[in-house]
């Protein structure tokens, strides 16, 4: 079965940098043809669309994150980042990966079938 598993989160503080990692498993088919996307949720809040990227490396952000993160895919290591620069307090929240098959719908949560347990970030003023 499918496992997308998430690390690298942890507690900075504003200002630093942290790469986040999804590593991949069990796809009976190409990792390379799934659409990757972040998403994160703060305590009382809805989960939101982060970042996405399709199989041919086009990238998608959400505005609140646009010039400070970055994501990524290694397909040879069937691995997910997200490079997380200049963060700030809003940017805490429990940080989650999601696989869809092609084509991509970048930020629709409910497009994507396969997820991560998540990764906390917390980033302290």
């Known amino acids: 079965q499918v496992q997308l598993v998430e690390s690298g989160g942890g507690s900075v503080q504003a200002g630093a940098s942290l790469r986040l990692s999804c590593a991949a498993s069990?796809?009976?088919?190409?990792?390379?043809?799934?659409?990757m996307g972040w998403f994160r949720q703060a305590p009382g809040k809805e989960r939101e669309g982060v970042a996405a990227i399709s199989p041919g490396g086009s990238t998608y952000l959400a505005d609140s994150v646009k010039g400070r993160f970055t994501i990524s895919r290694d397909n040879s290591q069937n691995t997910l980042y997200l490079q997380m620069n200049h963060l700030k307090p809003e940017d805490t929240a429990m940080y989650y990966c999601?696989?869809?098959?092609?084509?991509?719908?970048?930020?629709?949560?409910?497009?994507?079938?396969?997820w991560g347990q998540g990764t906390q970030v917390t980033v302290e003023s």
């Open positions: 999601a696989a869809k098959r092609f084509p991509c719908v970048p930020m629709v949560q409910s497009e994507y079938g396969n």
């Open positions: 069990g796809y009976t088919y190409d990792y390379r043809s799934n659409c």
